[in-house]
């Protein structure tokens, strides 16, 4: 099908004699985190080939996805449909032109029936990551049970399906040290970098109300008429606020900032970010306790329980650069050791059924 775009990352350290297996990773497009991952399963030997299932990547694609989808959706018609088979076709192509050894599938949100059907007709491993919740998906328990392994980036997700019968596995977020960062200036301000959602509008403006310096990034926030247009809305809330910004720069951003701020929410899981902060060097201040799984809090990163917490702890970070500095220090270096995408690549190769 026209638009099946496929590129390939050779497997590191070739040489052995033995052809590689092709590993044709199925991805969304999602702040390129498929480059980092592709990266991290070549470490492991295999010759990976990349599709992103829903990069419209040309003009005109762009055009396709804006007239033909999103905006009949916004005006009340259903268009999921045609996402499905658009996305699907691609992917099939993809499957065809790669013909691999092994599949691995992010997410696959929008792919319907015909890609795993002919996923089945490979006859070779299939394994399914689901790096966010599960209510974001619409798949159901039988067919988690025949796809294959699943592993979920939530461990009580992963027993619950566990539970179910599904063969999933616990395989946690990580981060890219080979990312290379855009040089930016060194700050004294808190940054977040991400959605914008009322728990983080609200924590955000408490910190702005209290007087310590915050900027929000992103297409949700910012005020751009551009990103106004892409996000069907023109109100924004009274914060400093920046566009969206590329992964590298993100990590940047995050790691020069005083302090970057991890909200999760109702997350089940750990976002990207809870690894991608202290992992480039950054300051992490997170919402949720149970980060002491991967950091030792007010050692390798901060945890707030509130507004008023955050705040407090705001105010110290822009105030006392050198403690702020020893948890930075603290964090990257347990980043490095423990939670890289090229760990997480390592673990998930014991699960190939």
């Given at each position: ?9 050779p ?13 044709l ?5 999602f ?44 005006v ?21 032109q ?74 946690p ?88 701020i ?21 300051l ?70």
């Amino acid at each position: 099908m026209s638009g099946s775009r496929v590129y390939r990352i050779p497997a590191c350290g070739a040489g052995s004699g033995r052809t590689p297996e092709r590993l044709l990773l199925v991805s969304p497009a999602f702040h390129g985190y498929h480059r980092s991952i592709a990266a991290a399963w070549a470490q492991q030997g295999f010759d990976v080939h990349v599709h992103c299932y829903d990069d419209y990547a040309t003009l005109g694609m762009k055009l396709r996805n804006k007239g033909l989808i999103e905006l009949p959706q916004k005006v009340g018609l259903g268009r999921s449909g045609a996402r499905v088979a658009w996305d699907t076709g691609r992917a099939v192509a993809a499957i065809r032109q790669v013909r691999p050894h092994r599949l691995l599938v992010i997410k696959g949100d929008s792919l319907g029936e015909d890609f795993w059907a002919e996923a089945r007709g490979l006859k070779v491993p299939v394994m399914l990551w689901l790096y966010d919740d599960l209510h974001r998906h619409d798949y159901s328990l039988d067919f988690l049970r025949q796809v294959g392994p699943v592993l979920s980036y939530a461990r009580s997700e992963t027993e619950e399906l566990a539970a179910e019968g599904v063969d999933a596995h616990y395989l946690p977020n990580g981060f890219d040290p080979e990312m290379p960062l855009p040089q930016v200036p060194r700050t004294d301000e808190l940054v977040f970098v991400g959605s914008r959602y009322p728990n983080r509008v609200e924590l955000l403006q408490s910190l702005h109300a209290a007087g310590v310096p915050v900027r929000a990034y992103g297409r949700q926030w910012s005020r751009h008429p551009v990103d106004r247009l892409r996000t069907w809305e023109l109100r924004r809330p009274g914060l400093p606020a920046e566009r969206d910004i590329p992964l590298a720069e993100a990590y940047a951003v995050q790691a020069e900032a005083a302090g970057a701020i991890n909200i999760h929410g109702l997350q089940a899981g750990h976002a990207m970010r809870t690894f991608e902060v202290p992992g480039m060097g950054g300051l992490q201040l997170v919402d949720r306790e149970d980060v002491a799984e991967f950091y030792e809090p007010g050692r390798e990163v901060l945890v707030f329980h509130s507004a008023e917490e955050l705040v407090e702890l705001g105010r110290r970070i822009v105030a006392d650069p050198v403690w702020g500095d020893s948890i930075r220090e603290a964090g990257r270096r347990r980043s490095h050791a423990e939670h890289t995408f090229a760990h997480r690549a390592r673990t998930a190769q014991e699960w190939w059924a």
